[in-house]
């Protein structure tokens, strides 16, 4: 009788709770929308869009939002047009009982500017998404230029690793993989000033401090590659001074070919 006892309450209890929070929905839909709130995460530490920006977005669809029953607003199509810019990654749209709605953006976080072969710029995130400049706030991220033929306009923001298929290498694939290995480095992210493609596709890196430039090569053994690198900035180049090199080369093997200046 005890079990039975027991188990008819938890079923009264769930009843209640599925009935209070049913109410409280229903209640909720019923308040007129008295405001709209946006709160834009602090990380990534980005200023493409601002509170502001986001507010005519919404208010650009042509839904009327402040004065209409709150449970009336298609929160799904305002999620929408809010994620169409190309700046932000995520954005969640929500109701709250005391008749706000509100707005939740994450931006993107670039972690290199594009500086293609025909002088058109534009930004690829950590994600490999692609994301045009912006005129009131610029990004500071290492900047890729050279032989770099792929146009922005025609991909937007597609990620870059889809480019022709899987198995397809191409030139932002590549600086992809590259700078996101420096984006996650510590040491490289403060050293790193630009990346430079060749006619062979190698990369060049031109650093902040050191040597002119750093020659990578392809984007094989990276791991290699970085670590004689920070064995260099560690130890030789404090003894001999930070000028003594125009160009440290790290494409072979088991060693490190430095031209003097």
Request: proline residues 4%.
């Amino acid at each position: 009788m005890d079990f039975i006892k027991k188990t008819y309450i938890e079923i009264l209890l769930l009843v209640y709770l599925a009935f209070a929070l049913t109410f409280a929905e229903i209640q909720k839909r019923a308040v007129p929308c008295r405001a709209i709130s946006v709160f834009i995460d602090k990380y990534p530490p980005h200023y493409f869009v601002d509170k502001d920006q986001v507010k005519r977005i919404i208010m650009d669809k042509g839904e009327r939002t402040t004065g209409n029953l709150i449970g009336r607003i298609n929160i799904l199509k305002l999620e929408k047009a809010v994620r169409a810019n190309p700046s932000i990654e995520r954005a969640d749209v929500y109701r709250q009982i005391d008749g706000r709605l509100c707005v939740s953006v994450r931006q993107r976080n670039p972690i290199v500017r594009i500086i293609n072969n025909t002088s058109e710029s534009y930004y690829i995130d950590e994600k490999g998404a692609m994301m045009p400049l912006c005129d009131r706030y610029t990004a500071r991220v290492p900047i890729a230029n050279g032989m770099i033929n792929e146009p922005y306009a025609s991909r937007y923001t597609t990620d870059v690793m889809s480019f022709g298929g899987e198995n397809r290498k191409t030139v932002l694939k590549d600086i992809f993989q590259l700078t996101s290995y420096i984006h996650q480095n510590e040491f490289l992210t403060a050293l790193v000033e630009q990346v430079y493609v060749d006619y062979n596709r190698d990369f060049i890196v031109v650093p902040k401090i050191g040597p002119t430039t750093i020659v990578v090569g392809s984007v094989d053994d990276l791991d290699e590659k970085f670590r004689k690198l920070w064995i260099m900035y560690k130890k030789a180049l404090p003894l001999g001074g930070w000028d003594k090199y125009s160009k440290i080369d790290l494409q072979y093997k088991n060693q490190v070919v430095c031209t003097k200046k």
